[in-house]
């Protein structure tokens, strides 16, 4: 009986993986090509030839107007002010939520999506509504001489509030695929919780924080929405990069805003290069 069990042919696993016909690949392989080309790399090539259309010359004078470097120096404040703020709330989020078990944590992780879900134009609108001169708060800080919507507060407030998933939301699925145990371990041996943190938890997310913060700047320099309905549109003082692009459009000065949206343009190929380069850092370090 065993040997005529031996015997039998064995059948082909129905797991076996399967592989498309050489057409179906290349056809996808050709549409996404296509998509890519047609919905991202074709309009960024179209920003630096529009930029650049009428030479070198018209392009340095367009960056160097003063409301253009106002507007460059405004994007950079909000910047550093927002990402240090967002680093620190996600790092902070992604350790409760991926190393404690506590009452609320859904509703934490609802809260960090909150940002991508609503509109930045809804979001500009709520701190309107709050902060404005009729606005819930508006009357106290008018008799304290508190300017928050049309200042800068109110732009580091929204740009905060559209920003801050992203460290968090790259920071939890990584903790979360790395566990506990090695906190744990250390924890045993009578690390304490800092120490913890700072040799073994910083250490094994370097890479997926410096993507995240990479992720924050970008979007923090980029928002348009939520900061165009708090700035007050104010020329060299309210207006960041975005909303000068659209003011220098909308008067037809195109070289000018091609070449200022130029800038916004590097700042994502900037960060794509940086993307590829720490995926493949990781990649490198989990060989």
Known sequence: MAGATAALPLRPSRLAPRRDPLLVRCALIALALAALGVLIVLPLVAVFVQAFQRGAAVYC???RQPD???AIRLSLLIAAIVVPLNTLFGLAA???VTKFDFPGRNVLLALIDLPLAVSPVIAGLIYVLVFGAQGWLGPWLAAHDIRVIFAVPGIVLA???VTFPFVARELIPLMQSQGRDEEEAALVLGAGGWRIFFRITVPNI???LLFGVVLCTARALGEFGAVSVVSGHIRGQTNTVPLHVEILYDEYNYA???AV???LSVVAVITL???KLLEWKTSQESR
Do not use: C, E, P, V
């Open 61 to 63: 004078a367009a960056i």
């Open 68 to 70: 253009t470097l106002a």
């Open 94 to 96: 992604a350790w409760a």
């Open 159 to 161: 740009t905060t509030f």
């Open 206 to 208: 370097r890479w997926g």
């Open 256 to 258: 000018g805003a091609f």
């Open 261 to 263: 949206a130029s800038l």
């Open 273 to 275: 290069a940086i993307k």
